[in-house]
């Protein structure tokens, strides 16, 4: 059977639950996250690089743009920008995350627009040349995913580029498996067909996983640009 982006079989029901609710236990995973982590280096997805692509893109452009970053986390891709020189808005909606972006943008002696907000309700009123998304998008609730995709094509300028870490399925049993959403290469590139094009890909096989979303994760890291 075939199924869309959200794993879920197309034209099948909807599992019938409440959507604020769903919202609401994200948010609660998320505090318990960053209340345990005390700091940066103890969240789960820490890591001191910045996101597959992104330091070749902002190369590949030869001027200095804006920039997004939705889901900034700890701010490692916000402030590796603003640290290039580009014109950075770091958005969260846990204050803890945004507290951990400014710190580091203050020992990186850069400055950036930090944003507390829902990614489906934020209204910037702008475009950015580069939307990073790295482990957000494969956390919303699937009622929340055409919603998603109608903020990124309103939110990439003209030749923008996008960067999407987003966990992958590579066989039917690894979508039962714990943590966030997986889903195949083909759902997340027809999902944002045909405005965005897939430029590049790469995946990172991970293993030695904790029993809950373990034994092995695979994540795809995507690069696309507007048509
Ligand atoms: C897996 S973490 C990744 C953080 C960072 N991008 C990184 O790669 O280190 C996902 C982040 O997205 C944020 N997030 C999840 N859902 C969100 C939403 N609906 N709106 C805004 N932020 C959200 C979480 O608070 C968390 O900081």
Redo the contacts with the bound molecule.
């Keep these: 059977m075939q199924a869309d982006v959200t794993g879920r079989s197309v034209g099948g029901h909807g599992l019938g639950y409440n959507v604020k609710s769903v919202?609401m236990d994200?948010?609660d995973r998320?505090k318990a996250?960053?209340k345990s982590a005390g700091g940066a280096e103890g969240?789960?997805?820490?890591?001191d690089e910045p996101?597959r692509f992104l330091d070749a893109i902002i190369a590949s452009r030869g001027k200095l743009g804006s920039a997004v970053?939705?889901?900034?986390?700890?701010?490692?891709?916000a402030v590796y920008l603003a640290r290039a020189g580009w014109t950075v808005t770091a958005?969260?909606?846990?204050p803890?995350?945004l507290e951990m972006t400014r710190k580091l943008a203050e020992q990186a002696g850069v400055d950036l627009e930090l944003v507390q907000?829902?990614?489906?309700?934020?209204e910037p009123g702008r475009e950015f040349d580069v939307v990073?998304?790295?482990?957000?998008l494969?956390?919303?609730s699937r009622d929340?995913i055409s919603g998603y995709r109608a903020n990124i094509l309103k939110w990439l300028a003209a030749e923008g580029d996008f960067i999407l870490?987003h966990w992958e399925s590579r066989t039917d049993s690894d979508r039962l498996r714990g943590g966030?959403r997986r889903v195949s290469r083909k759902q997340i590139i027809d999902l944002f067909a045909p405005e965005l094009k897939e430029h590049q890909f790469e995946r990172l096989e991970a293993t030695g996983l904790p029993e809950r979303v373990g034994p092995d994760l695979s994540v795809g890291f995507y690069h696309f640009r507007r048509r």
């Design positions: 919202v994200k948010r998320f996250y960053y969240l789960p997805w820490h890591r996101t970053d939705l889901g900034c986390g700890s701010g490692i891709d958005l969260d909606f846990m803890d995350a907000a829902d990614v489906m309700e934020w990073v998304d790295s482990g957000l494969h956390n919303l929340h870490a966030a």
